[in-house]
T-cell receptor, first 115, second 109 residues
């Protein structure tokens, strides 16, 4: 049973370009979460999705950031017109989201560097 | 919203020593997770522990939900235990994990 898969592991973008981060949840998990970690800091929640639905996007910046989790394929976090302040590690987590066991498992992260 | 506080922020140990990391949360929770972020940045699940005590090898955790704290015990520490230890608890809506700022552990040989 493969874990949460994120790609790419490292991404370098010039200011103004677009960044697309992908996340495939664990098999059997229908709930996906995106978090951002700035250097020397903890993880900050961005968005929570289920298949084809955004459930909670309260942690996501209102502009330039969007997320989706289509019926088929991975979840995508998209950052348009990147700026240097977007440089961070972006982690995806998944959970079964049912019953009392909602343990979240994290991918290895995508480290975005904006130059 | 819920606040999660961890202590101490930093911990330096000699190999073989024991340690206790603490996590306080501001509101009643129905689950709590402990993670280890290794020096390569990978987040590893340690415990999913809403209440009670669990043990896994040299690590154990106890959550006292009524008193709003959890403890992570590391015994006979090894250099590979180095990294940042996070605790996290869901927000009231259950839609996100709220992370503490972590405890950075350095174990030297």
């Amino acid at each position: 049973n493969a874990g949460v898969m994120q790609n790419p592991r490292h991404l370098v973008r010039r200011r103004g370009q677009e960044a697309r981060l992908r996340c495939s949840p664990m098999k059997g998990h229908s709930h996906v979460y995106w978090y951002r970690q700035l250097p020397e800091e903890g993880l900050k929640f961005m968005v929570y999705l289920q298949k084809e639905n955004i459930i909670d996007e309260s942690g996501m910046p209102k502009e330039r950031f969007s997320a989706e989790f289509p019926k088929e394929g991975p979840s995508i976090l998209r950052i348009q017109q990147v700026v240097r302040g977007d440089s961070a590690a972006y982690f995806c987590a998944s959970s079964p989201g049912t019953g009392d066991r909602k343990e979240a498992f994290f991918g290895q992260g995508t480290r975005l560097t904006v130059v | 919203g819920i606040q999660v506080e961890q202590s101490p922020p930093d911990l330096i140990l000699q190999e073989g020593a024991n340690s206790t990391l603490r996590c306080n949360f501001s509101d009643s929770v129905n689950n709590l997770q402990w993670f280890h972020q290794n020096p390569w940045g990978q987040l590893i699940n340690l415990f999913y522990i809403p209440s009670g005590t669990k043990q896994n090898g040299r690590l154990s955790a106890t959550t006292v939900a009524t008193e709003r704290y959890s403890l992570l015990y590391i015994s006979s520490s090894q250099t590979t235990d180095s990294g940042v230890y996070f605790c996290a608890s869901p927000n009231q809506a259950g839609t996100a994990l709220i992370f503490g700022k972590g405890t950075t552990l350095s174990v030297s040989s």
